[in-house]
């Protein structure tokens, strides 16, 4: 598998566009389908369920807290709540909300957050969610998704409103190349491997789904392939592929719009280190905050390119016959 | 039809058990609570021990999740589980947990215990009711220390904005909280005033009255286009002589001594 693609002319359509398409059909399917938005709906493209089924749509204002507390409580009732907001809000603001009435009672509630990483741009720091990944992952009963395109949205979607329980899905603000079409199947909990080589694994989500099937196509250039699988199931991870993929590669390099700390690239790290150890890199955010400024201007200065990753590859190809001397 | 001031008894008598047994857990608080809940549970609310998760039933989230005993104490005299249960409280391996859970105990509509939230899922619930066409209410009791939460405004101001009528919020004023009067902590009076102001009908009675306490949720049934809450004028450890507006009974349980005192003292109001 030597995939290449043609980057130029990819179609790019953002995950929140893809998100609020598939609300409006799964809300024709299912009647019990509610749409919980806290004054964000234009932004996180809620406002197109709103459109349709108005009297499923409840604006909550400004008050994320809220927004967590009456999902759980229509979910206790029998509702499908899907709350969305921006992914800093959503996990920080009402964490605590989320943890005590969603996650602990397993209520089947599903916060869909947009505008998380730091390709929100021109907003900033305080509105770039770094650490929404760590924040949901640490909670039992929650499962955790990263999409990394408009197609890979769709089907997480409509996983998460066909599994019982609650779910934090995180989506960015911008558009994002298409990957997938729809012959690809997510399942929660399946991590999926889009291109197969010996020299290196490169494990990623979201928008560096992309980067890494770039990265490997210059790695291909230089001799060296490598293997990309798309993670977008964060919990459950696929452990199973992962320990897999490093069994055949023996390095490992994690790509996520995230803190290096508590996302993918600990949650890989976990699970190797504790089965089959192998030199690992971890690509992401290096436990800073962002900054205002162009989103692509902001993924290159924080190292979220990949160009990025190749070097980090080269670097962790080298480990690998490296001996740890005591 | 159960006397409700003999069931309130016997509820405060099951906390103090329970709370001797556990040699944890908040007496002051359940005790406020206990006539109100002994009206919900023994008048008000329809719901059926044999079948706890029926759809139509009517719910009742413990906003105040501290005062898990009154409600445990409400639900196996009800008959939702055994009393030897209510001996259990707190221990490990058993389905009592300090705070409600929803997940473990039949009969529990919400799990609760951070303060501030069991009012937001409540009006969650009543929300879904109004989506579905559904005449069930939804009842919450409240703690007049947990105002302070900014999400209880947050959703209160949601309920108005929704209009939702299903919905009963009772708030046991007791007037103390763990650190001392509320007055002192942190001053949320005038308490009418302030829920008026957020859009609800207001309604006010004393908490130990159970006959006023059931006529006010009579009024508050037929009021429509807002929620309403009940003010109950509680005194905190309502029942035993010793914890009666002593805030230091917010989060201690009796000795077994002191549970006898307890018991003899309500076992006396009884006879």
Redesign the interface.
Known sequence: MTERIDWENIKKIAMRDAYGQTLVQLGGQNKDIVVLDADLSKSTKTADFAKVFPERFFNMGIAEQNLMGFSAGLAAAGKVPFASTFAVFATGRAFEQIRNSIAYPKLNVKIAATHAGISVGEDGASHQAIEDLALMRALPNMTVLAPADAEETRQVIKAAAAYKGPVYIRMGRLAVPVLFDQSYKFEIGKANVRREGKDVAIIANGLMVAEALKAAEILNSQGIEATVVNCASVKPLDENTIIAVSQQTGAVVTAEEHNIIGGLGSAVAEVLSENYPVPLCRVGIKDTFGESGRPEELLVKYGLTAAEIVKVAQKVIKKKNCKISA | MTNLKEMACQIRQDIIEMLAAAKSGHPGGSLSAADIVAVLYFSEMRIDPENPSW?DRD?F?LSKGHAAPVLYAALAEKGFFPREELLKLRQTGHFLQGHP???KVPGV??????L??G???????????K??NKSYRVYCLLGDGEVAE??VW??A??AA??KLDNLLVILDNNGLQIDGPNKEVMNSEPLADKWRAFGWNVLETDGHDTGGLNASMEVAKNLRGKPTIILAKTVKGKGVSFMENQAGWHGNAPSSEQADIALKELRGVKA
């Open positions: 759809p719910r989230v859970d929803m997940k509509d919400m799990s609760t215990g951070s501030g939230q009012i937001s899922a409540a009006a969650g619930m009543a929300l879904a009711g989506i579905d900014g999400l947050e959703a101001m949601a904005q929704y």
